[in-house]
């Protein structure tokens, strides 16, 4: 990482304790979906995504059909479920290749049965009833029929019933409890008529922190919970982290350049700090353009375990930080924006309340920088899903390395096939770009 000027470092060890605490909260028999979208929130999800399922869990949620599509591609044999809507010319690449997908119509129920019978297939499909939320899915007066039409289907498979908390709050707001009794509702009359209900989810992460329980499945275990920014070691501002949640991911840079000022002496665009006293600054080389929000102000960044604080105003690729109290600072020190350093730590969920925004949108800004990974060496639940259980590394080692593997990875690693994904203990491998690990070298179809 000493060629690196701005990066985030994403923990695999942190975010395995993350699905165990999440786990433990659920309780026994419930499925964990960990929610990768948008790349696992800037995190890296082809990376994240191979650990977790290592890790245990049971299935993989995503936005879109592209990246499913590019987690299939990087080796990814878990079930996974497109979330959001998928275009016509884009199902028959997603039913290829097993991709599970959200139901939020009649009309498009008719059509994938059509697609489906065309090609031979058995399309696996989650029905989405909008209880709250306003975005997707078939309302709850019409659920039922849509239900219906899908178990008559010759080839669709129910394997889900879902819906989606719209508070932020979760269990502390009063909505959060209507939305899931309208959605008792629909399962009641669903069993009343004998119609399975597959794996029932509406639990995120806010619901399931706040205690907030949705209904139970018809069978033991018949039960989902879809987490996101949880995994990932935060939860939205409206909620204070519980112990047990570790931050995943860090933000880090470097000094590049050292300069005293006298008293009075202008930093950053619009000379909107001045200097107090005769002091030093040190320059960043990390700003708006790598994902930093350009209004970010009142906060303080790690060096040497010592707070220090930015001055002047954030430029595109600069930034500049008061350290005339601090002594030793020198050109090419480590830099913590985000996360820990001795036995100071910045968190995620304080970055979005002094910036009026939710932890969610500052780890996907900051996706776009390179991203070194650290630990992930022991998963640390059983699996959810012994069939399509996630392969782990044969000991003793080969003689060899196979090509896949680099040839600094251990030997414990070198014939796992997830050698360029999981990470030893810190800091053996080398930084993989967000390039390197989430971008498959040609497209599923």
């Excluded at 936005?63 to 990087?74: D, F, P």
């Excluded at 995994?231 to 995943?248: D, K």
């Excluded at 259980?389 to 680099?406: E, F, G, L, S, Y």
Aim: aromatic share 4%; charged share 15%.
């Amino acid at each position: 990482m000493d060629s690196l000027r701005a990066w985030t470092e994403i923990d695999l060890d942190a975010l395995a304790l993350n699905l165990r605490s999440v786990g433990q909260r659920a309780g026994t028999g419930v499925r964990i979906m960990l929610v990768v979208k948008q790349d696992a929130y800037g995190h890296g999800a082809v990376a994240v995504s191979h650990h977790a399922l290592r890790c245990g869990i049971g299935a993989l949620g995503v936005g879109t059909s592209q990246e499913a599509l590019e987690l299939r591609q990087a080796g990814l044999r878990g079930p996974i479920l497109i979330l959001g809507t998928v275009v016509e010319g884009e199902l028959p690449a997603c039913l290829r290749h097993e991709i599970q997908v959200g139901l939020h119509a009649m009309d498009r129920c008719r059509s994938l049965q059509k697609l489906a019978q065309s090609m031979g297939l058995q399309a696996r499909v989650h029905l989405n009833v909008d209880t709250g939320m306003g975005r997707l899915g078939v309302s709850p007066s019409l659920a039922l029929d849509l239900l219906r039409e899908v178990h008559a289907a010759s080839h669709l498979q129910l394997a889900g019933l879902m819906t989606h908390l719209s508070a932020p709050e979760g269990g502390h707001c009063p909505s959060s409890h209507e939305q899931l009794a309208l959605f008792q509702g629909l399962i009641t009359a669903a069993r009343a008529e004998g119609l399975p209900c597959g794996w029932i989810h509406a639990l995120n992460s806010a619901g399931l922190f706040t205690d907030l329980r949705a209904a139970q499945g018809s069978e033991a275990g018949a039960e989902m919970v879809r987490v996101g920014i949880a995994a990932y070691g935060a939860l939205p501002r409206h909620l204070a982290p519980p112990e047990g949640l570790q931050q995943v991911m860090s933000l880090r840079s470097r000094v590049v350049f050292l300069k005293d000022v006298p008293v009075d002496a202008p930093v950053g665009y619009g000379s909107l700090w001045r200097a107090p006293r005769p002091t030093r600054i040190a320059t960043l080389p990390i700003g708006y353009g790598h994902g930093l929000p350009r209004n970010l102000q009142s906060w303080d960044v790690l060096i040497g375990g010592r707070r220090a604080p930015l001055v002047g105003q954030l430029s595109m690729d600069y930034t500049t930080v008061d350290v005339g109290h601090l002594e030793g600072v020198h050109v090419g020190q480590e830099v913590t924006l985000l996360g820990k350093d001795g036995e100071e730590e910045l968190r995620l969920e304080d970055l979005a309340r002094n910036l009026g925004t939710i932890p969610h949108e500052l780890t996907c800004s900051l996706g776009r920088l390179p991203r070194p990974f650290v630990g992930g060496a022991v998963p640390s639940l059983p699996s959810q899903h012994p069939a399509t259980q996630h392969p782990w590394c044969p000991v003793p080692p080969p003689p060899r390395a196979p090509p896949h593997c680099p040839p600094c990875a251990p030997p414990h690693l070198r014939t796992c096939p997830l050698a360029p994904f999981v990470l030893a203990p810190r800091p053996t491998l080398p930084t993989r770009s967000r390039s390197a690990l989430s971008r498959p070298t040609r497209p599923l179809c």
